[in-house]
Nanobody, 125 residues
């Protein structure tokens, strides 16, 4: 069975950091683009970051640029989202997704092949 499992969420104070992980099982992540998305209460899902499968091309939304970094370790079949300088408006459920097309990650994430169930990040004092 194919699974993506997010972890690393939690409660953090404004200005703090968290690192989210996205672990894949049942398929080789190295052939897939990975995307991170988030959905805050009462809001639509928002694209956060994408990373290509092999050449390290990344995309970050303007709202997180300079604060969040997406990366991957194909040997561990895992992707990461390093989140620094967190703000209360970063509070959301964070999801990872996988697909073979980078374009889908940026423009049509609903069509991505695999999705995790999410991990909650709460930024509050």
């Amino acid at each position: 069975q194919v699974h993506l499992v997010e972890s690393g969420g939690g409660l953090v104070q404004p200005g703090g950091s968290l690192r989210l992980s996205c672990a894949a099982s049942g398929f080789n992540l190295d052939r897939y683009v990975i995307g991170w998305f988030r959905q805050a209460p009462g809001k639509e899902r928002e694209g956060v970051s994408c990373i290509s499968s092999t050449d390290g091309i990344t995309y970050h939304a303007d709202s997180v640029k300079g604060r969040f970094t997406i990366s991957r370790d194909n040997a561990k079949n895992t992707a990461y989202l390093q989140m620094n300088s967190l703000k209360p408006e970063d509070t959301a459920v964070y999801y990872c997704a996988a697909d073979k097309l980078f374009s889908l990650c940026k423009a049509h994430p609903d069509a991505m092949d695999y999705w995790g169930k999410g991990t909650l990040v709460t930024v509050s004092s």
